[in-house]
């Protein structure tokens, strides 16, 4: 009787349910005539002559913009974009660029080690003033990087003035196939503790990762630090592969579940592991998304790893590319991740009417789900570290000084300055800047008119006006002018109140200019907060098992 009565009912839903499929069906043809209609007209009547491509190709962004952030259509003009976004791959000469609003041009910010525009000689802070016969005077980084780019093995002359010497130049440069290293820097740091930067899940990522472990597993390596800070995420299955390095074949790593049934995919470990046994700290903030998530999250659920740092990001949604007319592509949404505990930590729920992405799913609303030792992690929001630490915070002055924001290149100039005096420098690890390099960067600073938004002096001005609104100023105008005496800028009381931290990033960007990305994680390593945390816990094993409940 029970088995008829649910037979029924479901007989009952099937002409709902069918309804609703046609009216949604009606819904999409309807709108597609209409837009098509519309667009008719335009091409027909308008005044001016339409550009389809942009027109058309507006209406396309706009339609993906009411959806999630991570669905984009990539026209064929744009499908190297896609490429080096799952790959981490292009053609090029292997530098960051960027625009100097001081100098008016496009600058390299950044050569990569080893690497063509590297090898050809450039250095940080050349200004790009010609590739080939064409001007690059005054043009922006996207104009500039279009021409920096092209086949692998083709040959340009590239005219570059240096600052340091005001001497111009030019250069042959052959582009190569550029890859960006997943694992920038891995090294053992003392006392058997290895540690591996990871900042990508490009193809190849794994392997990366598993020939840097093995090889510090042969130097003695007896404890591990996987750094994730930043790591936007990429491919799920170099995070299956990494995770798998720790944990034993045929456990279910992270599920995609979508609209499509057929298209749902379960990723599991499917070879056995290299150590299971190895302390391992994973360190992740607010940048770690994506892949980056499921290897912390597999890692945590499995209580294989302490998690270490602060939130993550929050992103547990999974992208599928799908190819379109005329070898364009659509990279869309399809699957939301589960993994090994049965949560999806998506962080955001997407509003469709409103077009926009604001609401964050309130801790309220989280559900508790279990590691494999029975402790209590819950979905929504990213992942909790199993121990909280907040990384040293940049001061203001320090934030306008290292940033693109200050109009006169205070730091920039200091740094090419240094480098033209100093031909080489000793290791990373040992660098540190002097007092009497700091005096010197002080005065560079003082002298060149640099100037920033103080945000005490701009909460006090908008405090003044409100209550200049609401009449209370008059009275306490002495008390208003007291303040505002108290809080107006001194450029070299704040060097000398930030100096530490100033300091340390002043040196961070000169080793880089002579060791690369690399140079720059280890000295950058010696003063980091939650890295030192890291290891204090890694010292403790009692702690550390105390924490996974082994």
């Known amino acids: 009787m029970r088995k008829l009565i649910v037979f029924i009912i479901a007989l009952l839903t099937l002409p709902a349910a069918a309804q609703n499929d046609t009216d949604h069906n009606f819904t999409v043809a309807k709108n597609l005539e209409v837009f098509n209609a519309i667009y008719k ?9 339409l550009p389809a491509d942009t027109v058309i190709g507006n209406a396309v962004d706009a339609m993906l913009e009411s959806l999630d952030p ?24 292997g530098a960051l660029i960027r625009y100097s609003p001081k100098y008016k041009n496009t600058f390299i910010d950044e050569p990569y080690e080893n690497m063509p525009a590297a090898n050809a000689g450039l250095r940080k802070g050349d200004l790009i003033l010609a590739i080939d016969a064409l001007s690059m ?10 021409h920096l780019r092209g086949d692998a093995g083709t040959t340009f002359m590239i005219k570059i003035k240096r600052p340091s010497t005001g001497k111009i130049m030019k250069l042959k440069i052959t582009r190569g196939a550029i890859k960006m ?138 992208q599928t590319t799908v190819d379109l007319p005329y070898n364009g592509k659509l990279k869309l949404t399809t699957h939301k991740y589960y993994i090994p505990s049965g949560r999806c930590i998506q962080a955001v729920n997407y509003k469709h009417d409103r077009g926009g992405y604001t609401e964050h799913v309130p801790d309220s609303l989280s559900r508790i789900f279990h590691t494999r030792n029975g402790r209590e992690v819950r979905d929504g929001g990213g992942i909790k570290p199993d121990i909280e630490v907040n990384p040293d915070t940049a001061s203001n002055i320090q934030s306008y000084l290292m940033s693109v924001i200050d109009s006169t290149e205070t730091v920039l100039e200091y740094v090419l300055d240094y480098v033209a005096k100093h031909p080489t420098i000793v290791g990373p690890s040992e660098f540190e800047l002097s007092d009497a390099d700091y005096e010197a960067f002080k005065q560079h600073v003082l002298n060149s008119g640099f100037k920033y938004d103080g945000v005490s002096e701009k909460i006090l001005k908008e405090l003044v006006k409100t209550a200049k609104f609401e009449g209370y100023y008059d009275d306490a105008k ?59 816990l890694l010292g403790n094993m009692t702690e550390y098992r105390k924490i996974l409940n082994k």
Do not use: C, W
Request: net charge positive; aromatic share 8%.
């Open 70 to 93: 991570y669905t984009e259509y990539y026209p064929q003009a744009k499908g190297k974009d896609l490429k080096l976004l799952m790959t981490g791959k292009y053609a090029g000469v």
């Open 478 to 536: 002495a008390e208003f002018e007291a303040i505002e005496n108290k809080l107006k800028h001194n450029v070299a009381k704040d060097l000398d109140y930030n100096r530490d931290r100033i300091k340390q990033a002043l040196a961070a960007d000169i080793v880089g200019v002579y060791y690369y990305q690399r140079g720059t994680i280890a000295y950058t390593l010696k003063h980091d907060k939650q890295m030192k945390a890291a290891k204090k």
């Open 181 to 318: 290293p997943a694992v920038p820097y891995y090294g053992l740091l003392g006392n058997g503790l290895g540690y591996i930067n990871l900042n990508q899940f490009t193809e190849g990522a794994a392997k990366d990762f598993r020939r840097a472990f093995v090889e510090m597993k042969k130097d003695g390596m007896q404890k591990l630090v996987i750094d994730l800070r930043n790591n936007g995420g990429g491919l799920e299955n170099e995070a299956v592969d990494i995770v798998n390095l720790f944990v034993p074949k045929d456990l279910m790593i992270v599920s995609n579940r979508g609209k499509v049934k057929r298209l749902d995919r379960n990723y599991k470990t499917n070879s056995e592991p290299i150590d299971t046994v190895i302390p391992i700290v994973v360190l992740v903030n607010g940048n770690t998304a994506s892949s980056s998530e499921i290897t912390a999250g597999a890692l945590q659920d499995l209580d294989r790893a302490v998690i270490m740092g602060t939130r993550t990001y929050g992103k547990g949604l999974v």
């Open 41 to 49: 007209n335009l091409d027909l009547l308008y005044v001016d002559r």
């Open 137 to 146: 005077e005054g043009k922006p980084t996207q104009f500039v990087s279009d």
